[in-house]
């Protein structure tokens, strides 16, 4: 079992604390009776009953399902722009994701960005990002052009060449500074266009911003509330239509900025959709997000309202006996189910089925 209270659950217990505290200081409730029984006052009570269930603890939030990450793709051609994507693109490694003057440029896998030209005997890193690209897309196989070559070989010139025969550009065997563009991700989907089709493709410019093909919600987490969530915690996200599709926390920042709206500090959390299929089609929009910070089976368990707070400390229910007699049974407290409107309680003398007092609605 994992148990992390919550702000608002110490929030509740220190006003049970304020509240039962006067009630029990005002109505001792073994005074005038040895064995603690008092009669029965059903004004503004009810009855519930100790069960035995599995609870969970869960942060509520907001957030943004959309795409993961987000890219810029720098142009280092020259010329006129005469094609743009549309928003919402996927562009494969090896694809074309605009045209300067009429020619294509061609999306390739790296993080090295392209700043020079390349051809025959040349080495380096931005070298080997190009071989491993050429054997990754079938143009060279592994056993003639080695994908961790840094040597710009004659194996690469061929390869090179029959990636510019696919394109339909002159067959040079030589990479000119911008006619490629290294990204990071082998699939990209296009977020927004910054160029704009007619105007010069200066080099240095960004054209596109681009994302992974990834969906994942994006909330910002209270910093207070950030030892109470976890990688790996299980997350309900109930999505515009109403329809809810799991999750689980993927990421947790580690460093605090102010927040939008009421100016708390926050921390960054990405969460990993378990069916991203379920999103359907929706980009940016808003989505409510249940984190589940603990989870326990078989609990004995009460509504929270059940509580009293004694005036020396610690906790009590207030049993009802078949014959009708009440008397406190002493707990100690475990994880809050706020959803539920329950908590789990444990102590001596305290058994599933046994009645409690509550407040009446």
Request: net charge negative.
């Amino acid at each position: 079992m994992r148990t992390r209270f919550s702000r608002r659950q110490l929030c509740v217990a220190a006003a049970l604390i304020v509240v039962a505290a006067v009630v029990v200081a005002i109505a001792d409730p073994f005074g005038g009776d040895g064995d603690g029984a008092r009669e029965v006052n059903d004004g503004g009570t009810g009855l519930t009953t100790v069960v035995r269930q599995s609870l969970s603890s869960q942060t509520a939030s907001s957030g943004t399902v959309g795409f993961a990450g987000s890219y810029s793709v720098i142009n280092e051609a020259s010329g006129t722009l005469t094609w743009l994507p549309a928003v919402g693109t996927i562009i494969p490694e090896g694809g074309v994701p605009y045209r300067v003057s009429g020619a294509p440029v061609v999306l390739l896998t790296g993080k090295i960005p392209c700043y020079r030209a390349l051809w025959d005997g040349m080495t380096g890193a931005d070298v080997e990002q190009l071989n491993h690209d050429l054997v990754a897309l079938g143009y060279a196989k592994s056993a003639e052009l080695s994908p961790t070559s840094d040597d710009f070989s004659g194996a690469t010139v061929d390869a090179l060449e029959a990636l510019q025969r696919h394109l339909g550009v002159t067959e040079t065997g030589t990479l000119a500074l911008g006619q490629a563009v290294f990204e990071p991700l082998r699939r990209l989907r296009v977020t927004a266009v910054n160029g704009t089709l007619g105007a010069n493709a200066d080099p240095g410019s960004q054209l596109l911003t681009v994302s992974s093909t990834r969906r994942v919600v994006s909330l910002q987490l209270d910093a207070a509330e950030q030892a109470e969530v976890a990688p790996g915690d299980r997350v309900t996200i109930t999505l515009p239509d109403n329809a809810d599709t799991p999750g689980v926390v993927l990421s947790i920042g580690t460093v605090a900025s102010a927040g939008h709206n009421s100016g708390s500090p926050t921390v960054p959390v990405t969460v990993r959709l378990l069916h991203p299929s379920a999103t359907g089609s929706i980009d940016q929009a808003p989505v409510d997000i249940a984190i589940t910070t603990g989870f326990v089976k078989r609990a004995l368990a009460v509504p929270v309202d059940a509580l009293l707070a004694l005036a020396g400390g610690g906790y009590a229910v207030e049993e009802v006996t078949p014959a009708g007699r009440h008397h406190l049974v002493t707990v100690s407290l475990g994880l809050f189910d706020d959803a539920r409107g329950m908590v789990q309680v444990s102590g001596a003398g305290l058994a599933v089925g046994q009645r409690v007092v509550v407040p009446s609605l």
